[in-house]
């Protein structure tokens, strides 16, 4: 741990050894050497490589890794972040810390709403602490909140969810990131802590954990090519339901830039005297137009798999598919206006058949 003012700012970021996570440090911490970053984790099943996601930052000068349950621990949180802030100095945290699959939300639904709200709140509360012991830092302090469009429930073929669109979660995993959105709200009006939230379509990529639809897919076909006979797939790609549900996908180096540009116009808000105080806490939609229904996700990903392993042969999409049983309920459709932070700059660059391609191609190194 750092104890000198060597370093600019002192960045906390919370679940950084997931995937989302783990990319956000390897950009943040290359970006700004000028600052330190720590990261918090309780390392769960979806950071179990925790040591291959971290391993572009790990042994960096500006990187601390501390392996932590914020839910459990919350006395040696509040150490960190309060108590030791003369050494630690922490004034930026980044919350992605949570358990972020809905299949298994719906087993577990107490654990995840215990979990994830209580990840964030947490944070709030020691953040209020600090203030509280050192208002000056009103001037500097940071807390973004990492969030979902899964808050804003299905949205109907036309419909796009704006930043002050009701919530209506619609999941276990989905309730507990729209009860901790309200929170962090909470304490920007009781507390006048300067929070920002991000609200993001699905995100893909590297080190996804292999649960989700896409790192599935691509798994199950490496496991077809490892069969000694590839008559019959043997373990099959899974769809839910009947494949119709349609998602958003975003490439996490586009919601990184999102990421980058939102927290830059935070730093810059709390530190401007003059700019008015915004009439509620900040949030941003990060949103993609690269729409699909899981079955037409999959079948593209096979498409593209068997065209860079098979270029000459042809293959029948359905014979690696099999329809299971759908979720308890799975959304229809998610959908984000995404116009506030196009507004101050901001596009996705990556189109999905790129991400894809490159996410095959990966996997083949
Ligand atoms: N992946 C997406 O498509 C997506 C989209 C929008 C928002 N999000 C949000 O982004 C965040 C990160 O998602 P991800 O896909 O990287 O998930 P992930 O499951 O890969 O990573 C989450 C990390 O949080 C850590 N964590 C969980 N509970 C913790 C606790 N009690 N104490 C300390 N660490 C804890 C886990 O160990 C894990 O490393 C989540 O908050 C998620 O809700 C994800
Ligand atoms: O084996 C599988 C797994 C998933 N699905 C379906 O594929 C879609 C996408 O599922 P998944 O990849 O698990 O992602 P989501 O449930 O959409 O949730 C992701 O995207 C959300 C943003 O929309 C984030 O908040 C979550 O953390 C992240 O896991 C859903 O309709 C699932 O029912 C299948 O058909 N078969």
């Known amino acids: 741990m750092t104890t000198s003012d060597e370093y600019e700012q002192h960045v906390l970021v919370t679940g ?89 939300s719906f087993q577990n639904p107490i654990f995840f709403v215990k979990n994830n709200i209580l990840c964030a709140q947490h944070l709030l509360e020691c953040s209020r602490l600090l203030l509280d012991r050192y208002p000056h830092l009103h001037r500097e302090f940071t807390f973004l909140h990492i969030s979902t469009d899964e808050v804003y429930g299905e949205q109907g073929v036309h419909e796009n969810a704006k930043e002050n669109s009701a919530l209506r979660p619609t999941n276990p995993y989905a309730a507990s990131k729209a009860a901790t959105d309200l929170i962090v709200q909470s304490y ?4 006048n802590l300067p929070v920002v ?5 699905n995100i893909y990529g590297p080190r996804q954990h292999n649960e989700k639809l896409v790192p599935m897919t691509i798994n199950k076909l490496h496991l077809f090519l490892q069969q000694k006979n590839h008559d019959v797939m043997l373990d099959k790609i899974t769809i839910h339901g009947d494949g119709s549900q349609k998602r958003k996908y975003l490439h ?17 808000n709390v530190s401007a005297s003059s700019t008015p105080r915004p009439a509620g806490p900040q949030v941003f939609n990060v949103g993609s137009d690269d729409e699909l229904d899981n079955y037409s996700l999959v079948k593209h990903i096979c498409n593209c798999f068997f065209k860079k392993k098979f270029p000459s042969r042809k293959f029948d999409d359905s014979q690696f598919m099999v329809f299971v ?41």
């Open 16 to 104: 950084g050894a997931g995937f989302i996570g783990s990319h956000c440090l390897d950009f943040l911490v290359s970006k700004y050497p000028q600052y330190h970053f720590t990261c918090m984790d309780s390392l769960n099943y979806a950071s179990e490589n925790s040591k291959k996601h971290l391993q572009n930052v790990l042994g960096k000068p500006n990187f601390t890794f501390i392996k932590i349950d914020l839910v459990t621990e919350y006395s040696a949180l509040e150490k960190f972040i309060v108590d030791d802030f003369p050494n630690t100095q922490i004034t930026h945290i980044i919350n992605f810390a949570a358990e972020s699959c809905v299949d298994r």
């Open 325 to 365: 049983k759908n979720r308890n309920y799975n959304d229809a459709r998610y959908s984000l206006n995404y116009d506030k932070i196009k507004q101050i700059g901001w596009m996705p660059q990556i189109s999905l058949d790129q991400g894809i391609n490159e996410l095959i191609n990966d996997t083949f190194e």
């Open 188 to 191: 920007y009006y009781s507390y």
């Open 197 to 201: 939230m991000i609200r993001a379509n």
């Open 252 to 268: 996490v180096y586009d919601f990184l830039t999102a990421l980058d540009l939102v927290w830059k116009k935070q730093r810059k």
